[in-house]
């Protein structure tokens, strides 16, 4: 795919945006897991910061025949103080026969709603059928669109919102009313996922905030918001009772939710059932009965982040 154009083309949030449905971007994310491509580990540097949290920059690089990746990510968990984006990054689209530098594209679109698609294809997959009730923990960016994306694989008709910070979870209702969906605030997140038919956290949480206690026969819980060793927003109950699939088997060297249980022999590696990749190459079954409760946890990956990447970059080339 040699590109004669000297600069990269920057390709900001609207049009990224705009290339990014979910009825395209979970097919396309879907081709990808099936397909595969070159994924090292990603780079993490951890930052301390004067109010005692932690920040992180990560690199995450990809690569496949058409297109080499790169995408830079700033993460700070106290923004939400200042009312900005825990999350900020930036994609580096290159030529995979040249290396040639083809697009600067927006990554804060990127990865907001690969992540949110990436839950939905887990879903596709592992939620029952006729899953209707989706609870959304957390009102940041991501969280804005999951339920866009879970509404592109199951039949949701009402959702529930709870937030660390309730004004947020208002905003977040506000919003998905407008757009004409049954939308309510949870003040009771205990009664909230017993409720849930989908139970979806998106949260920069350091300590669990979902019991698995709480969790019914047959409900799907959805884990996209921790990806470091000091992240979890699930306790180790909720790993014993549900059978439990990752985005990647990167998770294992990454997360919270698996680092803690499997160090304290509360659950092994063994037990995890598989990954996304297996379940589109149809190596592996995704629920086996409406009784069964999956869990689905997800790092990110650079795979999904060079399939949205290339989505993104042929559109355009056909303008």
């Not at 947020?168 to 009664?191: K, T």
């Not at 990454?254 to 995890?272: H, K, T």
Request: hydrophobic share 45%; net charge neutral.
């Amino acid at each position: 795919m040699t590109q004669a154009t000297a600069s990269p083309l920057i390709i900001d949030a609207a049009r990224t945006r705009a290339s990014l449905s979910f009825d395209r971007l979970i097919p396309a994310l879907r081709e990808a897991f099936a397909a595969g491509a070159e994924v090292p580990l990603r780079h993490h540097h951890f930052m301390p910061q004067p109010d005692g949290s932690t920040a992180t920059i990560l690199i995450m690089p990809a690569w496949q025949r058409s297109f080499i990746g790169i995408k830079i990510v700033t993460i700070f968990p106290e923004n939400g103080k200042r009312a900005l984006p825990g999350l900020f990054s930036s994609y580096l689209l290159c030529d995979g026969e040249t290396g040639q530098h083809i697009a600067l594209i927006d990554g804060n679109e990127i990865t907001s709603r690969r992540t949110a698609g990436i839950a939905a294809l887990g879903a596709d997959f592992l939620a029952r059928k006729d899953a209707r009730k989706l609870l959304v923990c957390g009102s940041g960016r991501i969280a804005t669109l999951l339920t866009g994306a879970f509404r592109a694989v199951r039949p949701i008709e009402k959702v529930a919102v709870w937030n660390i910070n309730p004004a947020g979870a208002a905003r977040l209702v506000f919003d998905l009313r407008a757009q004409g969906i049954d939308a309510e605030v949870a003040p009771d997140l205990e009664r909230a996922v017993k409720d849930a038919d989908i139970v979806s956290c998106a949260t920069l949480a350091a300590k669990p905030i979902i019991r698995g206690a709480w969790l019914k026969p047959g409900v799907h819980l959805d884990l996209i918001g921790s990806f470091t060793p000091f992240m979890r927003e699930a306790d180790d109950e909720a790993f014993l009772k549900g059978h439990v699939w990752l985005d990647t088997y990167d998770a294992l060297k990454e997360s919270g939710e698996l680092l803690d249980p499997i160090r304290d022999g509360i659950i092994r590696a063994e037990d995890i059932r598989g990954s996304l990749a297996q379940l589109c190459r149809g190596e592996r079954r995704g629920r086996t009965d409406d009784g069964e409760i999956t869990v689905f946890k997800a790092v990110g990956t650079a795979l999904s982040d060079i399939a949205a990447a290339g989505l993104v970059y042929r559109d355009l080339q056909k303008q």
